[in-house]
C-alpha cells in the first residue's frame, strides 16, 4: 500500500521559513519523480516543485527562486524548504510521485500539511 506522510507545517509570518518533511512506504522510490503539491481553499490542487531520480529539479513560477527540494533515496524521504513566504503560500501541502506517461497518476493522498501564512 503506498503511504506518504506529510509533516512540518505551521503558522507563521510573512517573510519566515518552514521546511516540511515527507516519508514514502510501499512504493520503489527511488525510481519516481517527486514532487510537493498544495491545494488552497476553493482550488485545485498544483504541483509546486519536483525532483527526479537523478536530482534534476521543477518549479512553478510562484515558488521558483524561494523554495527547494531535496530528497534521500535512501530513507524514502523528501523535503521542501521554503524562504520568504508569502500569504498566497497559505495551503495544504502534500508529497506524492509525478505521474508520467509511464506512470499513472496517484490513487491516494495522505492527510497533508496545513501551512499559514499570516501577519
Known amino acids: 500500500q503506498v503511504q506518504f506522510v506529510e509533516s512540518g507545517g505551521g503558522l507563521v509570518q510573512p517573510g519566515e521559513s518552514l521546511r516540511l518533511s515527507c516519508a514514502a512506504s510501499?512504493?520503489?522510490?527511488?525510481?519516481?519523480?517527486i514532487g510537493w503539491y498544495r491545494q488552497a481553499p476553493g482550488k485545485q490542487r498544483e504541483l509546486v516543485a519536483s525532483?527526479?531520480?537523478?536530482?534534476?529539479?521543477n518549479y512553478s513560477d510562484s515558488v521558483k527562486g524561494r523554495f527547494t527540494i531535496s530528497r534521500d533515496n535512501a530513507k524514502s524521504t523528501a523535503s521542501l524548504q521554503m524562504d520568504g513566504l508569502k500569504p498566497e503560500d497559505t495551503a495544504v501541502y502534500y508529497c506524492n510521485y509525478v505521474p508520467s506517461s509511464s506512470v499513472r497518476p496517484p490513487e491516494s493522498w495522505g492527510q497533508g500539511t496545513q501551512v499559514t501564512i499570516s501577519s
Open positions: 510501499g512504493i520503489i522510490f527511488k525510481i519516481l519523480t
Open positions: 525532483i527526479t531520480s537523478g536530482g534534476i529539479t
